[in-house]
């Protein structure tokens, strides 16, 4: 088995944290958080973004969707009756108490002959699960201001604009148009490379998958809205408690020559805080179930933000994983007796932060490449392979995140409210404040050369390097008139430019949401440790005296527009920078924009949209290729194969076998492409009870891998899968049984539900 190494969480880290953040304003009496009954040390108690503002006052702030907004400074939080806190009366800007609600829903797309999403590999095609890939929803509610926010992490590649447009138009039909909108709404994707693709409706994204899949398009959005609809409905009294501390050792910068390009005081002062080139910093938001009035209830669910690209599995995987943001929740919600099957199991979100240029995998230096190293790379130990990285990595954020978890005593208080406003990327003219300098423009969307390259965690193409700068190669451009805007990048691909629509989306949305003392920043990119910094700083500014203090950012949310670098980042040319699409002043300009978006937030006023993003669902022309049909024997109908069945054991399990050891058996399936089979499963592991059989184990368990793949050929009806189940140490000794389920699909369209069930076997 891998060691699993517990990161250090050294003393000089801790400290030099407690001493970086500026926790003055968590204690004033205009405060959006409440430190007086905490009683966490130096790693939950300080504020880890040295960008953190004093808030000096709390003037008038606005909530949720702008259609509801109300003043909450200088009224009583009647709701709650006097803080039990302070033991008086508190104003609702000063309000610690909630409606919060959680809900999880399964959104795993089609697991078979579908293109994997983030390594853009043509070859690298899913051949079934590891684990399953989900929706985790939390609904916040502030009563006393009548406004509330959804957020929702999920196990994607990306959240594509695709889906937020639809999911936002869903929710509408569904609970009307003054509950949910694009200010109260925020999709984040926890970016596992091990998801699967064509579910954008733009080109780009769906190139290497082969074109876009109606399927998993649907699944991903029905799930989305789903539990989001779930949470909403389970809506009821609690609290949000919030605390933050280091995790070291468990993300690297995997660019540190780009990073190195960034002004030594702004490195210095940040390596000060965090203690290396990335973000170390964990948030973690407790919600607790209360009585109304009360300040300390059950924990009903928990939401994390930590930095680290979802690369813990290789680009040579082909089973479907949530990787290790995946694992980190499995494990939190295992944890709290978390059972997806029952109606309101305990909701774990591992969010993803600022990762632009950060790997959960060490970085090597060097020339003309750097390389990561995966924990199992090279290990003996056979039950140490690819997707056994995940579990490595998602333990050190489980363990960190779950510290951090029972520490968490501070309330946040105040609004849960939202803006957003969509932005033309391609044509922002960014100000003197944001520039450092003179006004300047972004530019036609395009991406540069050197992102053939690949990044440090995936290599793309071999021999070409990082940073290829205009002027290395002879200077001859694609687009003549765009290569003075981008200057040092040499466009290989002007995607903003192509016909009849971009291949990327142009049109993308800057929202800031506030809950309590905490801004978070849904960013529709990837975006570098330092320009993260910089954005937190300016959204912080711009929120000042409110009584918001922190600041994370919730990156690959809303849409998706590759990366975001500094603009010293961007002139060396590393695969982050030639993949930032709207040239050197995309930083600046996403800092103007956000800005305005969070003093909309502040002054209780819509930030108005300056364009409309298009809506591409009727333009999608080139389709993944369904399932012709099904058949347990080569000929193409099963009523054609009297002796061979859907689901006939072709390899038998082992008549006994012990903790620690694998299972396989072998049955006669049917494409997974049939039945989706979201919140139940292709496998069973069952356990005779006195002569009832329990489920222990299902494909969502990350003990159990199921593999399906063609037999015959590649135009073959035949098909087998694999059920696999690696015997947990903690096993209860007894007889069990494999169960599979799928559906089949005849010559004719029609699908049957099949199943096999394996000879029992003993585990001692």
């Given amino acids: 088995m891998p060691r699993m ?54 003037p008038p702030t606005t909530g949720g969707g702008s259609d509801s907004d109300s003043a909450s400074t200088g009224t009583t939080a009647s709701p709650t009756g006097g803080d039990t806190t302070t033991g008086g009366e508190v104003t609702c800007d000063q309000s610690p108490h909630y409606r919060v609600g959680t809900a999880i829903r399964d959104i795993t797309g089609p697991s078979a002959e579908l293109v994997m999403m983030g390594y853009s590999m043509p070859e690298q095609k899913a051949e079934g699960i590891s684990t399953r890939l989900w929706a985790r929803a939390f609904v916040v509610e502030h009563p006393c201001s009548g406004t509330r926010i959804a957020f929702v992490s999920a196990d994607l590649g990306q959240v594509f604009q695709s889906v937020h447009l639809e999911v936002v138009k869903r929710l509408k039909e569904k609970l009307g148009a003054d509950r949910y909108d694009f200010d109260n709404i925020a999709l984040s994707a926890t970016h596992t490379h091990s998801g699967l693709g064509g579910f954008s409706h733009y080109t780009m994204f769906n190139l290497a998958v082969g074109g876009y899949d109606p399927d998993n398009f649907e699944v991903i959005v029905a799930g989305i809205v789903d ?182 005593s501070e309330h946040l208080r105040g609004p849960a409210a939202g803006r957003l406003a969509f932005v033309d990327m391609e044509n922002v003219t960014v100000g003197p404040e944001f520039t450092g300098e003179d006004e300047h423009t972004t530019c036609h969307a395009a991406i540069g050369f050197s992102i053939a390259a690949g990044a440090e965690d995936g290599v793309a193409v071999a021999f070409i390097e990082e940073g290829i700068v205009y002027g290395d190669l002879p200077k001859v451009t694609l687009v003549p008139e765009d290569q003075a805007c981008h200057e040092e990048k040499t466009i290989l691909l002007p995607v903003g430019r192509m016909l009849p629509y971009p291949w990327s989306p142009t049109i993308l949305p800057a929202q800031v949401l506030r809950l309590g003392g905490l801004a978070i920043i849904p960013a529709p990119f990837e975006i570098t ?175 159990t891998r199921f593999r399906w793949r063609r037999t015959g050929g590649p135009l073959s009806p035949t098909s087998e899968v694999d059920v696999e189940w690696k015997i947990p140490e903690d096993v209860v000794p007894g007889t069990y049984r494999v169960v599979y389920h799928g559906d089949a699909k005849s010559l004719l369209g029609a699908f049957t539900p099949i199943s096999g069930t394996s000879p029992t076997f003993t585990v001692q």
Wanted: charged share 20%; hydrophobic share 35%; with cysteine.
């Fill in 227 to 408: 539990a989001i609809v779930a949470a909403d409905a389970g809506l009821d009294h609690g609290v949000v408690k919030i605390a933050q501390g280091p995790l070291q050792d468990a993300n690297w910068n995997r660019s540190p020559q780009a990073y190195a390009e960034n002004p030594d005081p702004e490195r210095a002062a940040h390596e000060a805080e965090m203690m290396r080139d990335t973000n170390t910093a964990m948030t973690v938001l407790r919600f607790e179930r209360t009585g109304e009035g009360e300040l300390d209830g059950q924990p009903i669910g928990m939401l994390t933000w930590f930095s680290s690209h979802a690369t813990s599995v290789s680009n040579q995987n082909r089973l479907v994983s949530g990787d290790h943001k995946g694992l980190a929740s499995y494990l939190m919600e295992k944890h709290f007796g978390a059972d997806y099957t029952a109606p309101d199991p305990f909701v774990a979100g591992f969010a993803q932060s600022d990762a632009g240029d950060v790997s959960p995998s060490e970085v090597v230096v060097g020339e003309p490449k750097n390389t990561v190293v995966r924990p199992c790379d090279d290990d003996p130990d056979p039950d140490c392979d690819d997707l056994e990285n995940a579990v490595v990595h998602g333990t050190w954020q489980y363990e960190r995140a779950l510290e951090l978890f029972d520490e968490a």
């Fill in 529 to 703: 440790t330092i320009s993260g910094r910089r954005l937190r700083s300016s959204v912080l500014a711009a929120l000042a005296g409110t009584g918001v203090t922190r600041a994370v950012i919730a990156g690959l949310s809303n849409g998706y527009s590759s990366y975001v670098t500094t603009r010293e980042e961007y002139a060396i040319q590393h695969y982050e920078g030639a993949f930032t699409q709207f040239g050197p002043w995309t930083l600046a300009a996403w800092q103007q924009e956000f800005s305005a978006v969070a003093e909309a937030l502040r002054d209780g006023v819509v930030a108005p949209h300056k364009a409309t993003p298009l809506d591409l669902s009727d333009d999608q022309i080139v389709n993944v290729p369904g399932v012709v049909a099904d058949s347990p024997c080569a000929l193409l109908d099963a009523v054609l194969c009297p002796f061979e069945k859907f689901g006939d054991v072709v390899a038998a399990p082992p008549a006994s076998a012990g903790p620690g050891e694998l299972v396989k058996v072998t049955f006669r399936g049917a494409h997974p492409r049939n039945n989706l089979r979201t919140g139940t499963g292709y496998l069973e592991i069952q356990r005779d009870d006195g002569g009832t059989w329990t489920t222990v184990a299902h494909d969502w368990d990350p003990e």
């Fill in 5 to 58: 190494r517990r990161p250090a969480l050294a003393l000089p880290a801790l400290l030099a944290l407690a001493a970086c953040g500026d926790d003055t304003g968590t204690s004033t009496a205009a405060s959006a958080t409440d430190t007086s009954t905490s009683t966490a040390g130096p790693t939950t108690s300080s504020t880890v973004s040295s960008d953190s503002q004093s808030d000096t006052a709390a």
